[in-house]
Protein backbone atom coordinates (compact mmCIF):
# COMPACT_ATOMS: atom_id res chain seq x y z
CA UNK A 1 0.00 0.00 0.00
CA UNK A 2 1.59 3.54 -0.76
CA UNK A 3 1.65 6.02 1.35
CA UNK A 4 -0.20 9.12 1.17
CA UNK A 5 2.18 12.60 0.05
CA UNK A 6 2.67 14.58 3.13
CA UNK A 7 0.95 18.16 2.33
CA UNK A 8 2.91 20.87 0.95
CA UNK A 9 4.46 23.10 3.74
CA UNK A 10 3.89 26.11 1.76
CA UNK A 11 2.76 27.17 -2.01
CA UNK A 12 2.47 30.44 -3.84
CA UNK A 13 0.49 30.61 -7.17
CA UNK A 14 2.20 32.27 -9.97
CA UNK A 15 -0.56 32.99 -11.63
CA UNK A 16 -3.80 31.07 -13.22
CA UNK A 17 -3.35 29.08 -16.57
CA UNK A 18 -6.71 30.77 -18.04
CA UNK A 19 -8.43 33.70 -16.35
CA UNK A 20 -10.85 31.51 -13.22
CA UNK A 21 -8.89 28.13 -14.30
CA UNK A 22 -6.44 26.22 -12.29
CA UNK A 23 -3.53 28.39 -10.84
CA UNK A 24 0.10 27.16 -11.36
CA UNK A 25 3.00 27.94 -8.84
CA UNK A 26 5.52 26.37 -6.24
CA UNK A 27 5.52 25.00 -2.47
CA UNK A 28 7.60 23.17 -0.74
CA UNK A 29 7.65 19.34 0.63
CA UNK A 30 10.31 18.72 2.96
CA UNK A 31 13.01 21.46 2.05
CA UNK A 32 12.18 20.70 -1.76
CA UNK A 33 11.23 23.14 -4.22
CA UNK A 34 7.84 21.64 -6.46
CA UNK A 35 5.48 22.44 -9.32
CA UNK A 36 2.21 22.67 -7.84
CA UNK A 37 -1.01 23.20 -9.91
CA UNK A 38 -4.16 23.70 -8.64
CA UNK A 39 -7.97 24.26 -8.59
CA UNK A 40 -10.15 25.49 -5.82
CA UNK A 41 -8.89 23.19 -2.60
CA UNK A 42 -7.25 20.62 -4.67
CA UNK A 43 -3.76 20.52 -5.26
CA UNK A 44 -1.72 18.48 -6.96
CA UNK A 45 2.16 18.93 -7.10
CA UNK A 46 5.58 17.13 -8.38
CA UNK A 47 9.35 17.43 -7.94
CA UNK A 48 10.75 20.35 -10.16
CA UNK A 49 14.25 20.41 -11.57
CA UNK A 50 16.53 24.02 -11.57
CA UNK A 51 15.28 24.64 -15.02
CA UNK A 52 11.42 24.37 -14.22
CA UNK A 53 11.93 26.27 -11.35
CA UNK A 54 13.58 29.10 -13.66
CA UNK A 55 10.03 28.55 -16.41
CA UNK A 56 8.10 29.18 -13.14
CA UNK A 57 10.17 32.24 -12.03
CA UNK A 58 10.21 34.22 -15.75
CA UNK A 59 6.51 33.24 -15.99
CA UNK A 60 6.31 35.08 -12.73
CA UNK A 61 8.33 37.95 -13.48
CA UNK A 62 6.76 38.17 -17.53
CA UNK A 63 3.48 37.95 -15.57
CA UNK A 64 2.76 35.49 -18.53
CA UNK A 65 -0.54 34.10 -16.58
CA UNK A 66 -3.51 35.67 -15.49
CA UNK A 67 -4.17 36.75 -11.82
CA UNK A 68 -3.27 34.05 -8.98
CA UNK A 69 -6.08 33.34 -6.46
CA UNK A 70 -4.88 36.68 -3.81
CA UNK A 71 -4.61 34.46 -0.60
CA UNK A 72 -2.03 32.52 -2.47
CA UNK A 73 -0.46 34.98 -4.57
CA UNK A 74 3.55 34.28 -5.17
CA UNK A 75 5.47 37.81 -3.97
CA UNK A 76 8.91 39.08 -5.01
CA UNK A 77 10.09 37.80 -1.97
CA UNK A 78 9.06 34.50 -2.61
CA UNK A 79 10.61 34.18 -5.97
CA UNK A 80 13.72 35.82 -3.92
CA UNK A 81 13.79 33.11 -1.54
CA UNK A 82 13.76 30.47 -4.81
CA UNK A 83 16.37 32.08 -6.62
CA UNK A 84 18.69 31.91 -3.74
CA UNK A 85 17.85 28.30 -3.05
CA UNK A 86 18.67 28.12 -7.03
CA UNK A 87 22.54 29.83 -6.39
CA UNK A 88 22.97 27.55 -3.30
CA UNK A 89 22.34 24.55 -5.31
CA UNK A 90 23.64 25.08 -8.25
CA UNK A 91 27.32 23.94 -8.83
CA UNK A 92 28.39 25.63 -12.22
CA UNK A 93 30.39 28.86 -11.09
CA UNK A 94 28.82 30.56 -14.47
CA UNK A 95 25.84 30.08 -13.79
CA UNK A 96 25.65 30.57 -10.06
CA UNK A 97 27.20 33.97 -11.04
CA UNK A 98 23.98 34.40 -13.44
CA UNK A 99 21.31 33.69 -11.06
CA UNK A 100 23.30 35.96 -8.40
CA UNK A 101 22.76 38.90 -10.92
CA UNK A 102 18.86 37.69 -11.32
CA UNK A 103 18.42 37.84 -7.40
CA UNK A 104 20.44 41.03 -7.50
CA UNK A 105 17.47 42.65 -9.99
CA UNK A 106 14.56 41.24 -7.90
CA UNK A 107 16.37 42.83 -4.81
CA UNK A 108 16.99 46.32 -6.45
CA UNK A 109 12.81 45.83 -7.47
CA UNK A 110 13.69 45.94 -11.71
CA UNK A 111 11.10 45.50 -13.97
CA UNK A 112 9.86 42.26 -14.65
CA UNK A 113 11.09 41.85 -18.38
CA UNK A 114 14.75 42.75 -16.86
CA UNK A 115 14.56 40.22 -14.11
CA UNK A 116 13.14 37.62 -16.57
CA UNK A 117 15.86 38.12 -19.29
CA UNK A 118 18.22 37.75 -16.40
CA UNK A 119 16.69 34.67 -15.03
CA UNK A 120 15.99 33.23 -18.71
CA UNK A 121 20.30 33.63 -19.20
CA UNK A 122 20.70 31.31 -16.36
CA UNK A 123 18.65 28.39 -17.68
CA UNK A 124 20.97 25.17 -18.71
CA UNK A 125 22.60 25.62 -22.24
CA UNK A 126 20.15 24.12 -24.52
CA UNK A 127 16.94 24.55 -23.01
CA UNK A 128 16.11 28.12 -24.17
CA UNK A 129 14.92 25.66 -27.21
CA UNK A 130 11.86 25.56 -25.08
CA UNK A 131 9.93 28.07 -24.28
CA UNK A 132 9.72 28.70 -20.68
CA UNK A 133 5.93 29.34 -20.57
CA UNK A 134 5.57 26.18 -22.40
CA UNK A 135 7.70 24.20 -19.93
CA UNK A 136 5.48 25.33 -16.86
CA UNK A 137 2.03 24.68 -19.14
CA UNK A 138 3.32 20.94 -19.91
CA UNK A 139 4.55 20.68 -16.10
CA UNK A 140 0.89 21.34 -15.50
CA UNK A 141 -0.53 19.13 -18.22
CA UNK A 142 1.24 16.43 -16.86
CA UNK A 143 -0.07 17.04 -13.43
CA UNK A 144 -3.52 17.42 -14.37
CA UNK A 145 -3.41 14.13 -16.61
CA UNK A 146 -6.27 11.82 -15.64
CA UNK A 147 -7.90 13.98 -13.20
Known amino acids: MQRPAS???????????????P?????????A???????????????????LLL?????????AFAEAPPDIEATQSDLSSLVG?????????????LLTEAL??????????????????ARTPGSDRVDPVERVLAAARDL???S
Open 104 to 121: DAIDDGLAGDAVAGRLGA
Open 85 to 97: HLIRTQPDADRRA
Open 55 to 63: ALAIAYFAE
Open 23 to 31: WVGIGLRGG
Open 33 to 51: WRCVVGMGDSQRDAPADAD
Open 144 to 146: TAG
Open 7 to 21: PLEAVWAIGRIAPGG
